[in-house]
T-cell receptor, first 114, second 114 residues
Framework: GDSVTQKQGQVTLSEDDFLFINCTYS??????LLWYVQYPGQGPQLLLK?????NKGISRGFEATYDKGTTSFHLQKASVQESDSAVYFC?????????????FGKGTKLSVKS | EAAVTQSPRNKVTVTGGNVTLSCRQT?????MYWYRQDTGHGLRLIHY???????QIGDVPDGYKATRTTQEDFFLLLELASPSQTSLYFC?????????????FGPGTRLTVL
């Protein structure tokens, strides 16, 4: 079945630092890959979606790139702010085209210090 | 903007107790989901449904029942709650169709089983 590995459990940065969070995935077909962000006390919300058609997504200063060769997709931001402090999840929409299920990574908690 | 609401927002019960968590979406989405979120595990799918009267088993279904009474309403039932079910529970909904991978999440219900 599909699987997603997100190894960085916690990342602590200072404002204006560069952010990089990596995910690797395993699936048998061409996936849709997503990044969700969860702010304290809220449910996860979609940050970015990347498909095999576009390979890259950009939103709110974040950029996600999908690399089929290494089966990885990472999230980056050039200059983080304190307001970016949140938990970030990568997710894979299940193969087969129906996208009925999402497989989530374990999440990366980002703490940005001013 | 998709709207998913959950009730109650917080619930405390005792071991062996009976708990029902409620979810309502007003987006005319076909798919609805129940997840639990635990530190170190990310989001894990309990049950999901693609329409009224339908139920699909997720990845961690043991100890949980679910029922989809209408297109809008999806309930999660814990008939003999155990401390291992202490968690943060999220409901989500999604449009039907292979182009729609995004799931919209509710604000969550924090359940404590003493």
């Amino acid at each position: 079945g599909d699987s997603v590995t997100q190894k960085q459990g916690q990342v602590t940065l200072s404002e204006d630092d560069f952010l990089f969070i990596n995910c690797t995935y395993s699936t048998t077909t061409y996936p849709t890959l997503l990044w969700y962000v969860q702010y304290p006390g809220q449910g996860p919300q979609l940050l970015l979606k990347v498909t095999t058609a576009n390979n890259k997504g950009i939103s709110r200063g974040f950029e996600a790139t999908y690399d089929k060769g290494t089966t990885s997709f990472h999230l980056q931001k050039a200059s983080v702010q304190e307001s970016d402090s949140a938990v970030y999840f990568c997710a894979l929409a299940n193969s087969g085209g129906s996208n009925a299920k999402l497989t989530f990574g374990k999440g990366t908690k980002l703490s940005v210090k001013s | 903007e998709a709207a998913v609401t959950q009730s109650p927002r917080n619930k405390v019960t005792v071991t062996g107790g009976n708990v029902t968590l409620s979810c309502r979406q007003t987006n005319s989405h076909n798919y609805m989901y129940w997840y639990r979120q635990d530190t170190g595990h990310g989001l894990r799918l309990i049950h999901y449904s693609y329409g009224a009267g339908n139920l699909q088993i997720g990845d961690v279904p043991d100890g949980y029942k679910a029922t989809r009474t209408t297109q809008e309403d999806f309930f999660l039932l814990l008939e003999l709650a155990s401390p291992s079910q202490t968690s943060l529970y999220f409901c989500a909904s999604r449009r039907q169709g292979g182009d729609y991978a995004e799931q919209f999440f509710g604000p969550g219900t924090r359940l404590t089983v003493l």
